[in-house]
C-alpha cells in the first residue's frame, strides 16, 4: 500500500484535476502531475504523476513518471518509475514500467514488462526485435547445409 507521505506528496505537486462530474474526449499532455476522478475516453500522458481515483474512469493509454490506478483503466501503461494497482483498481491492458505494486482485490488483465529502462517502447523489447540480417556468405553456408541434409535424406 502507497505510504501516507508519499501520497501527501503526490497531492501537493497535482496541477491539473480532472473532476468527478467531468467527462474528456480525447488527449490530455501535462508538464506537472495529473488527478483524474471522472471519466477520460482518450489518450493522458503527463510528465508527471497520474493519479486515477476510486471514481476515475480512462479509456486510453497512459504515461506518466510514476501511476497510481484506484479507478479504472481500459488501455496500455507505460511508467518511469513506479506503478500502483490500488485494491479499487482495474487495469485491462498491458504495463510497462520500473516497478509495480498491485494490491490484494485489484484487477490487471494484460501482459508486465518491468525493467530499469521504464518508458522505452515496447517495440524494442527483446521478444520484438527482428534478426539481425545475414550476410551473402552466411546465407550460402546455410544454403550448403540444407543441401547436405536433403542429400542424405534422398540417399536412404
Same mark, same amino acid.
Given at each position: 500500500?502507497?505510504?501516507? *507521505?508519499?501520497?501527501? $506528496? =503526490?497531492?501537493?505537486? @497535482?496541477?491539473?484535476? =480532472?473532476?468527478?462530474?467531468?467527462? &474528456?474526449?480525447?488527449? =490530455?499532455? !501535462? *508538464?506537472?502531475?495529473?488527478? &483524474?476522478?471522472?471519466?477520460?475516453?482518450?489518450? &493522458?500522458?503527463?510528465?508527471?504523476?497520474?493519479?486515477?481515483?476510486?471514481?476515475?474512469?480512462?479509456?486510453? #493509454?497512459?504515461?506518466?513518471?510514476? @501511476?497510481? =490506478?484506484?479507478?479504472?483503466?481500459?488501455?496500455?501503461?507505460?511508467?518511469?518509475?513506479?506503478?500502483?494497482?490500488?485494491?479499487?483498481?482495474?487495469?485491462?491492458? #498491458?504495463?510497462?514500467? *520500473?516497478?509495480?505494486?498491485?494490491?490484494? #482485490?485489484?484487477?490487471? $488483465?494484460?501482459?508486465?514488462?518491468?525493467?530499469?529502462?521504464?518508458?522505452?517502447?515496447?517495440?524494442?523489447?527483446?521478444?520484438? !526485435?527482428?534478426?539481425?540480417?545475414?550476410?551473402?556468405? $552466411?546465407?550460402?553456408?546455410? $544454403? *550448403?547445409?540444407? #543441401?547436405?541434409?536433403?542429400?542424405?535424406?534422398?540417399?536412404?
Amino acid at each position: 500500500m502507497l505510504g501516507k *507521505k508519499s501520497v501527501e $506528496q =503526490i497531492n501537493a505537486k @497535482i496541477s491539473s484535476i =480532472i473532476g468527478a462530474d467531468m467527462l &474528456v474526449d480525447g488527449s =490530455i499532455h !501535462a *508538464k506537472e502531475a495529473v488527478r &483524474v476522478e471522472g471519466t477520460v475516453n482518450g489518450d &493522458v500522458e503527463t510528465d508527471g504523476a497520474l493519479i486515477i481515483s476510486s471514481s476515475g474512469k480512462v479509456k486510453g #493509454n497512459v504515461k506518466g513518471s510514476s @501511476i497510481i =490506478i484506484g479507478g479504472s483503466l481500459e488501455g496500455d501503461l507505460t511508467s518511469g518509475g513506479r506503478t500502483e494497482v490500488a485494491s479499487t483498481g482495474k487495469v485491462i491492458g #498491458n504495463i510497462r514500467t *520500473k516497478s509495480l505494486i498491485v494490491d490484494e #482485490n485489484a484487477v490487471f $488483465q494484460g501482459q508486465c514488462i518491468m525493467n530499469a529502462e521504464g518508458l522505452t517502447p515496447l517495440l524494442d523489447s527483446p521478444a520484438n !526485435a527482428s534478426e539481425p540480417e545475414k550476410t551473402e556468405e $552466411q546465407k550460402e553456408e546455410e $544454403q *550448403k547445409k540444407d #543441401n547436405n541434409n536433403n542429400n542424405k535424406w534422398n540417399k536412404r
